[in-house]
């Protein structure tokens, strides 16, 4: 629930943000040039360091901007630019186009380019390439584990205690920024900013998530979106699907690892660990 609402107040504050930045960078452009004009024609200093302070204020409102369109165009770092461009900051809209997929062809080579025919395509074609042929033989599965070794009593007790704190803030800090978040919208950037406000409730629903053997529906949920490979992008094959998973969920995830990590040598020889 209160996922819910963190996500809707976060859209509702992204909007507020980016219109008011938008306003005063308009109004700073306007002082800008009225300032050099002053400047200009009177030698005045105070109009001098006036316009200073005002391009100053510009480039950090511009800075912020740039480090937004950085993150969702993929870009890593810029090194050599005076001012961010028109050109560069379309690079983010270049970046979502060439992730449309804009049709496809079918089994048959038939071309499909209605929205509906191409989720079906999509669709049917990673449910044939995933679809799992095993089947499960209970019998053979128990014989094959009796002969396997086992953690010590104490190393499983280890291993079942409530997770902590600690272990979820080292996971969290182990976690690199600049991710595409999943269906909640919630960033690595995020919970590592607001950590201690959420910590003890982000413990409480995993640890209840550990004794009753089910995660909430929004650990369990992830977008799936798929990225273009090289060859002809009207073929499925040449798109790579990527699920986009929630950051608690990774958290959990990397809390977890980290404490089998412990206990892997108890079954598994060293050089199988790596």
């Known amino acids: 629930l209160w996922k819910g609402s963190i996500k809707l107040l976060s859209q509702q504050h992204t909007v507020n943000v980016t219109r008011d930045i938008a306003g005063s960078i308009r109004d700073l452009e306007m002082s800008i040039v ?48 005076d001012a961010p461009s028109g050109f560069f900051f379309s690079l983010e809209r270049k970046h979502g186009q060439r992730k449309m997929i804009h049709s496809l062809l079918s089994d048959t080579g038939q071309h499909l380019s209605e929205p509906g025919q191409i989720r079906r395509r999509a669709v049917e074609f990673y449910r044939s390439l995933f679809r799992s042929e095993h089947r499960e033989n209970d019998e053979l599965l128990e014989e094959f584990c009796e002969e396997l070794p086992q953690v010590s009593a104490e190393t499983n007790l280890e291993l079942e205690r409530p997770l ?21 919208g919630l960033t690595v950037e995020f919970y590592k900013a ?14 209840e998530s550990l004794s009753t053997g089910s995660l909430p529906l929004s650990c ?35 809390a977890l690892a980290t404490r089998l990590g412990k206990a892997m040598e108890q079954v598994i020889h060293r050089d199988q660990t790596y």
């Open 34 to 81: 009225e300032l050099e004009r002053l400047s200009d024609s009177t030698g005045n200093r105070e109009y001098f360091e006036a316009l200073k302070s005002k391009k100053l204020t510009l480039a950090n409102l511009l800075e912020n901007k740039v480090q937004g369109a950085l993150v969702r165009s993929r870009i890593q770092d810029i090194t050599e630019m």
């Open 194 to 207: 607001y950590w201690e406000l959420l910590a003890q409730d982000v413990l409480d629903v995993f640890n």
């Open 220 to 254: 369990r949920r992830a977008v799936i979106t798929l990225l273009p490979k090289k060859g002809n992008l009207q073929e499925i094959k040449n798109w790579r699907p990527v699920s986009l998973l929630c950051t608690d969920y990774k958290i959990l995830s990397k």
């Open 164 to 184: 902590s704190l600690q272990e979820l803030h080292t996971a969290l800090l182990g976690m690199k920024g600049r991710k595409s978040p999943g269906v909640d």
